[in-house]
């Protein structure tokens, strides 16, 4: 079964450390990316995606991500956090191939960003 | 624009009680989502709506969980009985098509406590 993997489950940054949250995935396939983010009390909401072209995707808040196929991998970067990042974050993929258009999200990282 | 609105936002029952939750996607949004999040885990897909139509069920408990979207807007989420195991939180999304590439916005969510 298809499956996505955050191994960092806690993570705890002093402000203007730089930031690289793991994903990998478990197909082979044609696979679209996303990150989203849950700042504390809020909804999910979309951080970046990535389904063709560009394998280094920039998204908001100075975030960005990269595509590596050969890694099933799409880790998300940030040079310098802020106490703002403080948020939970989740790797999502779509499996092309199955047929489905279903997410299917990583157990999520938790940072914290200490001032 | 006005995003997804879910209620209620907190419920707790008792086991083998029933309880049904409301979703109200954004305006024009063709595809609806209801996700289930346990603590620790990720968002899992329970059923996906395109328009009134059920595009994708396969990971929901048919048992106990039905969902329906009369009218192709609003759509509620119901489980009878409740078990222990889930207790969660129930999240609706909504997308404008559905497609793989789609951003899907996420409500605010139920929190589901049973006892």
């Known amino acids: 079964a298809q499956s996505v993997s955050q191994h960092n489950h806690h993570v705890i940054l002093s402000e203007a450390a730089s930031l690289e949250l793991g994903c990998n995935y478990s197909y082979g396939g044609t696979v679209n990316l996303f990150w989203y983010v849950q700042y504390p009390g809020q909804h999910l909401q979309l951080l970046l995606k990535y389904f063709s072209g560009d394998p280094l995707v920039k998204g908001i808040k100075g975030f960005e991500a990269e595509f590596i196929k050969s890694k099933f991998s799409f880790n998300l970067r940030k040079p310098s956090v802020q106490w703002s990042d403080t948020a939970e974050y989740f790797c999502?993929?779509?499996?092309?191939?199955?047929?489905?258009?279903?997410?299917?999200f990583g157990s999520g990282t938790r940072l914290q960003v200490q001032p | 624009e006005a995003g997804v609105a879910q209620s209620p936002r907190y419920k707790i029952i008792e086991k083998r009680q029933s309880v049904a939750f409301w979703c109200n996607p954004i305006?024009?949004?063709?595809?609806l989502y209801w996700y289930q999040q346990i603590l620790g885990q990720g968002p899992k897909l329970l059923i996906q709506f395109q328009n009134n139509g059920v595009v994708d069920d396969s990971q929901l408990p048919k048992d106990r969980f039905s969902a329906e979207r009369l009218k192709g807007v609003d759509s509620t989420l119901k489980i009878q009985p409740a078990k222990l195991e889930d207790s969660a939180v129930y999240l609706c999304?909504?997308?404008?098509?559905?497609?793989?590439?789609?951003?899907?916005?996420f409500g605010p969510g139920t929190r589901l406590t049973v006892l």
């Open positions: 305006s024009g949004h063709a595809t």
């Open positions: 999502a993929v779509n499996y092309m191939d199955t047929g489905r258009r279903a997410l299917t």
């Open positions: 999304a909504s997308s404008t098509r559905g497609g793989p590439t789609d951003t899907q916005y």
